[in-house]
């Protein structure tokens, strides 16, 4: 079955320390996207990229950063100079619908990080 | 992108359609209206987009408004399971690029009650 799979499900660190989460995806979409939701409230971008070796920062990508060195692959690493890294993290995919111009995306399960 | 207004939480009984609004008074004319939901600790779930005519898939109905300043995302029979945070977007198609800054807000609490 295609899909995304991010891993790990769960993760502890403790302050200081940098953690890489990881996302694969077998769907041959071009573009890939890293979220951040925190408990209550929706989902803030943190980087995308549009083709391998390209990305962009989001909304709120400080404290972060991201690789795009295969189609399939696109790796979260959230580093020490993330002020509050405890949170939900959602990797997604995309194509674009060819005819209409559509852009549908495919989300994983997420990884929950927890920072004691 | 055009902002999108909905409110906070709805509620629905077992069994009834749920029709879920949104506001996107400023949208343009090449931008798409998408509706996902995310269910507790999962990640969201695509369930329909549209331009300007009504959609409707296995999921849901979209019914987009003649001067496409608002939508209902509808759905016919609701069940215990669609209980979730319903999320529209809107966001202008690109025949250039699939990547794009796709902004989610807070969404719809629908609680289906049995």
């Known amino acids: 079955d295609g899909g995304i799979t991010q891993s790990p499900k769960y993760l502890f660190r403790k302050e200081g320390q940098n953690v890489t989460l990881s996302c694969e995806q077998n769907?041959?979409?071009?573009?890939m996207y890293w979220y951040r939701q925190d408990p209550g409230q929706g989902l803030r971008l943190i980087y995308y990229?549009?083709?391998?070796?390209?990305?962009q920062k989001g909304d709120i990508a400080e404290g972060y950063s991201v690789s795009r060195e295969k189609k399939e692959s696109f790796p979260l690493t959230v580093t020490s100079a993330q002020k509050n890294p405890t949170a939900f993290y959602l990797c997604?995919?995309?194509?674009?619908?060819?005819?209409?111009?559509?852009?549908?995306?495919?989300f994983g399960a997420g990884s929950r990080l927890t920072v004691l | 992108d055009a902002k999108t207004t909905q409110p906070p939480s709805m509620d629905c009984a077992e069994g009834r359609a749920a029709n879920l609004p949104c506001n996107h008074s400023?949208?343009?004319?090449?931008?798409?209206v998408y509706w996902y939901r995310q269910i507790h600790s999962q990640g969201p779930q695509y369930i329909i987009h549209?331009?300007?005519n009504n959609e409707t898939n296995e999921m849901a109905s979209l019914i987009i408004t003649e001067d496409r300043k608002s939508s209902t995302l509808i759905l016919p029979h609701a069940t215990l399971r669609d209980t979730a945070v319903y999320y529209c977007?809107?966001?202008?198609?690109?025949?250039?690029?699939?990547?794009?800054?796709?902004?989610f807000g807070e969404g719809t609490q629908l609680t289906v009650n049995p």
């Open positions: 997604a995919s995309s194509a674009l619908e060819k005819g209409s111009g559509a852009n549908v995306l495919t």
């Open positions: 769907l041959n979409h071009d573009a």
């Open positions: 990229s549009q083709i391998v070796n390209d990305f």
């Open positions: 400023t949208i343009s004319g090449n931008e798409y």
């Open positions: 549209g331009l300007k």
């Open positions: 977007i809107v966001r202008v198609a690109s025949r250039w690029t699939s990547g794009s800054r796709l902004t």
